[in-house]
T-cell receptor
Framework: DAGVTQSPTHLIKTRGQQVTLRCSPK?????VSWYQQALGQGPQFIFQ???????QRGNFPDRFSGHQFPNYSSELNVNALLLGDSALYLC????????????FGSGTRLTVV | DAKTTQPPSMDCAEGRAANLPCNHS???????VYWYRQIHSQGPQYIIH???NNETNEMASLIITEDRKSSTLILPHATLRDTAVYYC????????????FGSGTQLTVLP
């Protein structure tokens, strides 16, 4: 049973560029959340998608946007990258009707230079 | 969601029980206590959650005080692979609610 799959695992981008990160949820899960984790800190909630719509959003600027597809997979897009966007980006999936716990992927390490 | 307080770090000898405390003095009646852990370079992993009764699963036990203002996660026989950052999170049940992570406790299991 595949868990949450994220791609790519590592990425290096230049300031001002745009990036797209991808996430495939665990089989049977229909809700996807994205988190940003800076070095040495706990993950910070970016937003959550359910039924292809953004349901909840954390304190992140509009440069951060996302999408959920009919197969429940999701993308996180970040525009106009800043050095401060360098972090581990985590995707977590859950089931709206199942046990209330999240399954996390191993993340995408984004470095902005 | 209620705020939690955890010690920044703890050590535990391999094979011994690891007892990780968490204070959540402002917890509301409908808020659950969740524990996740994050092993280096991996995503957080769900461990256990509870409302007011003690809970046990194959990974750990969760002891919640009667007034629900604090809890303890117990790993009965810690191994080197239990070395991780452990996060105590208090939140209302419901998948629409995000997880609010604090700084957690870095548990180091020593050989």
């Amino acid at each position: 049973d595949a868990g949450v799959t994220q791609s790519p695992t590592h990425l290096i981008k230049t300031r001002g560029q745009q990036v797209t990160l991808r996430c495939s949820p665990k089989s049977g899960h229909d809700t996807v959340s994205w988190y940003q984790q800076a070095l040495g800190q706990g993950p910070q909630f970016i937003f959550q998608y359910y039924e292809e719509e953004e349901r909840q959003r954390g304190n992140f600027p509009d440069r951060f946007s996302g999408h959920q597809f009919p197969n429940y997979s999701s993308e996180l897009n970040v525009n106009a990258l800043l050095l401060g966007d360098s972090a581990l980006y985590l995707c977590a999936s859950s089931s709206e009707s199942g046990p209330n716990r999240y399954t996390f992927g191993s993340g995408t390490r984004l470095t902005v230079v | 969601d209620a705020k939690t307080t955890q010690p920044p770090s703890m050590d535990c000898a391999e094979g011994r029980a690891a007892n990780l405390p968490c204070n959540h003095s402002t917890i509301s009646g409908n808020e659950y206590v969740y524990w996740y852990r994050q092993i280096h370079s991996q995503g957080p992993q769900y461990i256990i959650h509870g409302l007011k009764n003690n809970e046990t699963n194959e990974m750990a036990s969760l002891i919640i005080t009667e007034d629900r203002k604090s809890s303890t996660l117990i790993l009965p026989h810690a191994t080197l692979r239990d070395t991780a950052v452990y996060y105590c999170i208090v939140r209302v049940m419901g998948s629409a609610r995000q997880l609010t992570f604090g700084s957690g406790t870095q548990l180091t299991v020593l050989p």
